[in-house]
């Protein structure tokens, strides 16, 4: 019976999406995979037991990403006189936590080329959010309690999964998307009138890839944390992690996320205060991290823009509620 429900409802999201897309969604799950590495420290982030050990192991059977962590750990970044040579002494460098989320990121971003994009889209800040959310979404977890780090930042990197296909497997579709956007109509209306919803689209991917329904369910409801009908806790710190990173500067330009704030703060237990708190260590960390993973994406160095002060001051100021796109939480 419980099957027969799942089913059911898989079939009606499947209805809501466009028909050209729906039909090539199992084959893009049969013939799109996430890499053999990325599985695997899927299974070892979701082992408390796991050890820096365990990582290296897993890196050196997969020689191109090796290379590149090594390289990472090379980078001005970390100011070294000794260039790193070895998998063992990059971890030491980096760090076991940055490391693994560093790992997650580059096998995402080989998984989906993003070089063959659409005229008017920026692929770079596509990751660069993803990353951001991904980076948030952990650092609110160890804070809160109310999952396991490690869950939230993987359902943090993949929660734009949907628009990733749409970009790279969908271009004609994505186009038609845009120009509607051009037009001044909001993306997620324009999505929704072309039936190629990003949420809808990125969960369907992660059933086909049979992703822990955690994923599965942050990636579905992670612009409507109220509806979920399961794990509302990671939906709704997803939720604002996206809003986050939006107001740091590392916005999905296309997309400008509303967010039930008192809601969701009561669902993560988080009070007004302490997201205050969280956002003055945001504006001090986040950027320092950011040139790294532009590194990382092989796109040269950036710098934070002047305007990512500005976005985090308007959040502190008048409150935790200000610079929020809110709805009333008693919707």
């Not at 002494?89 to 659409?118: C, H, N, V, Y």
């Amino acid at each position: 019976m419980a099957e027969t429900r799942q089913q059911n409802a898989k079939d009606d999201l499947e209805n809501q999406i466009d028909a050209q897309v729906a039909h090539r969604l199992p084959d893009i799950g049969r013939l799109v995979s996430l890499p053999h590495t990325m599985y695997t420290l899927l299974s070892l982030l979701m082992d408390e037991k796991t050890q820096p050990k365990d990582l290296e192991r897993v890196l050196e059977q997969d020689p191109a990403l090796a290379a590149k962590v090594i390289s990472l750990s090379n980078s001005a970044f970390y100011g070294l006189t000794t260039p790193v040579s070895t998998i063992e002494r990059a971890i030491l460098i980096i760090g076991f936590k940055e490391l693994e989320f560093m790992a997650m990121g580059l096998g995402l971003s080989e998984t989906f080329d993003l070089s063959q994009i659409p005229k008017g889209f920026n692929g770079e800040e596509l990751w660069l959010h993803s990353l951001s959310v991904s980076w948030i979404a952990r650092e609110l977890a160890v804070i809160t309690k109310v999952c396991e780090p490690s869950e939230a930042m993987i359902t943090g990197l993949l929660h734009e999964l949907g628009v990733i296909i749409l970009v790279s497997k969908f271009p004609q579709q994505f186009q038609q998307l845009l120009e509607l956007t051009d037009a001044g109509v909001p993306f997620l209306d324009a999505e929704k009138s072309l039936g190629l919803s990003h949420a809808i689209i990125g969960y369907l991917l992660a059933r086909n890839w049979n992703l822990p329904e955690v994923f599965q369910q942050g990636i579905l409801y992670h612009h409507s944390p109220r509806t979920c009908p399961g794990r509302k806790e990671m939906a709704a710190l997803v939720n604002l992690s996206d809003n986050l990173a939006h107001k740091a500067g590392n916005p999905m330009r296309l997309e400008d996320p509303e967010i039930d704030l008192a809601y969701a703060l009561e669902v993560i237990n988080l009070s007004p205060a302490n997201l205050q708190n969280f956002v003055k260590v945001l504006m001090t960390s986040l950027p320092q991290v950011q040139p790294m993973w532009i590194q990382m994406m092989r796109a040269g160095a950036r710098k934070p823009g002047p305007e990512t002060k500005g976005r985090f001051s308007s959040l502190l100021s008048g409150g935790a509620a200000a610079g929020f796109h809110g709805r009333s939480s008693g919707k």
